[in-house]
């Protein structure tokens, strides 16, 4: 299973919005519902930040957003801040219970 | 609260195995079953495999097929990943991640990593 594809890196100046794509086939992204996406901080393990394509877990800000349309998913963050910046992983599930990672986005505020 | 508390960081020669545990506290451990996730250094997320608490049942990605084991204690609420014939490729930090459970399959909790270096 090749990891989902993402692009390498997305910068935004303070306050602005930017989106971060992830894109797979319709075995994974786009034949199920279970796109999450993980912000990691250097040295840090992954916290969840959206689930289910579009559900974000408590605590998390609403800045962060998530969609879906055919095999690509999105995180959006909106007003980005300086604390946004870290790299940031989608995840799906695959048939037959296994999952796959996507290739991770490095998220700079200019 | 939640905590999944990881073991100590590892060192280990080409071909040896290595066995990484996870202690879970502040919640059913049975109830949530836990995935496996490791990081090379400077690479992304690579999914290993997981496990059913309940159950025992496992499932792992074709990519450790045959060398990758994962096991829990419910009696200690730990869940293991050992890993065998270790290469220097194998050098990253390991997670444990459990599944938030329900129909919601993310990992909500993670450990906070082992890091396992191949040397010789």
């Known amino acids: 299973q090749s990891a989902l594809t993402q692009p390498a890196s997305v910068s935004g100046s303070p306050g602005q919005s930017i989106t971060i794509s992830c894109t797979g086939t319709?075995?994974?992204?786009?034949?199920?519902?279970?796109v999450s996406w993980y912000q990691q901080h250097p040295g840090k393990a992954p916290q969840l930040m959206i689930f289910?394509?579009?559900n974000r877990p408590s605590g998390v800000s609403n800045r962060f957003s998530g969609s879906k349309s055919g095999n690509t998913a999105s995180l959006t963050i909106s007003g980005l801040q300086a604390e946004d910046e870290a790299d940031y992983y989608c995840?799906?599930?695959?048939?037959?219970?296994?999952?796959?990672f996507g290739t991770g986005t490095k998220v700079t505020v200019l | 609260q939640v905590q999944l508390v990881q073991s100590g960081a590892e060192v280990k020669k080409p071909g040896a195995s290595v066995k990484v545990s996870c202690k879970a506290s502040?919640?059913?451990?049975?109830?949530?079953?836990m995935h496996w996730v490791r990081q090379a250094p400077g690479q992304r997320l690579e999914w290993m495999g997981w496990?059913?608490?309940?159950?025992?049942?496992?499932k792992y990605s074709q990519r450790f097929q045959g060398r990758v084991t994962i096991t829990r204690d419910t009696s200690a609420s730990i869940a293991y990943m050992e890993l065998s014939s270790l290469r220097s490729e194998d050098t990253a930090v390991y997670y444990c991640?459990?599944?938030?459970?329900?129909?919601?399959?993310?990992?909500?909790?993670w450990g906070q990593g082992t890091l396992v270096t191949v040397s010789s």
């Open positions: 502040g919640y059913t451990f049975t109830s949530h079953a």
């Open positions: 991640a459990r599944v938030a459970g329900g129909a919601n399959r993310s990992f909500d909790f």
């Open positions: 289910d394509v579009t």
């Open positions: 995840t799906s599930y695959i048939s037959g219970s296994t999952y796959v």
């Open positions: 496990i059913n608490i309940d159950n025992g049942d496992t």
């Open positions: 319709s075995s994974d992204v786009g034949g199920y519902n279970y």
